[in-house]
């Protein structure tokens, strides 16, 4: 079964990382939530913390098929100045292993330079640091190794495009039934 892990920094967006792990965890997919605080507390963008899983050192890369990435400020700063995370990042890119970023996140990836040439969607303002990719303005684009999404009222799509990529559409639908989404 596929193994992912999400990335949390302080000032992260709450919903967009906290519906993804919900998503993939009732889904059976393993994702381990990861502070890159050097602690394991981490604090959002509106002031809740939540205790991580692992440190980013504790974490086995090799064991990874997907790197999620929330948004919120100042959680995207901080996501793309961790050197070790972006290592990572321009590494699963150069392996064609799967990239997932929501909201204002997507922009670690343009300014990795790693966008030319990708459709893909960010948060309205952003795009300008969707470096070389081609913009896109639904609420989830997926384009070959990149998942992305465009804020906090996506969440819930870009966790049920996660699980389609490792599943299927059926199963998919089906967690979306099970949600009551769009019902």
């Known amino acids: 079964m596929a193994n992912t892990a999400i990335f949390l920094a302080?000032?992260?967006?709450?919903?967009?990382?906290?519906?993804?792990?919900?998503?993939?965890?009732r889904a059976g997919i393993t994702i381990t939530t990861v502070s890159i605080m050097g602690r394991k507390e981490v604090t959002g963008s509106h002031d809740i913390t939540v205790i991580a899983d692992a440190l980013i050192d504790e974490i086995?890369?090799?064991?990874?098929?997907?790197?999620?990435?929330?948004g919120g400020m100042p959680g995207t700063t901080n996501l793309g100045a961790c050197k070790?995370?972006?290592?990572?990042i321009l590494e699963f890119n150069e392996q064609g292993k799967m990239l997932?970023?929501?909201?204002?996140?997507?922009?670690?990836?343009?300014?990795?330079?790693?966008?030319?040439?990708?459709?893909?969607?960010?948060?309205p303002g952003y795009e300008v640091d969707l470096t070389g990719a081609d913009v896109q303005t639904s609420p989830v684009t997926v384009d070959g190794h990149f998942i992305t999404s465009r804020g906090?009222?996506?969440?819930i799509e870009f966790g049920l495009a996660i699980i389609c990529h490792f599943?299927?559409?059926?199963?998919a639908n089906n967690m979306a039934s099970k949600i009551v989404y769009k019902s």
Not at 84 to 88: A, C, F, P, R, W
Not at 114 to 119: F, V
Request: glycine letters at 10%.
């Open 10 to 25: 302080d000032g992260f967006e709450e919903i967009e990382a906290l519906t993804v792990v919900d998503l993939l965890r």
């Open 60 to 70: 086995n890369f090799d064991d990874l098929h997907m790197l999620i990435l929330p």
């Open 84 to 88: 070790e995370l972006t290592d990572k």
């Open 100 to 123: 997932c970023a929501i909201c204002a996140a997507p922009t670690v990836f343009g300014k990795l330079g790693i966008l030319k040439g990708i459709k893909a969607c960010c948060y």
């Open 152 to 155: 906090m009222g996506t969440a």
């Open 167 to 171: 599943m299927d559409g059926n199963a």
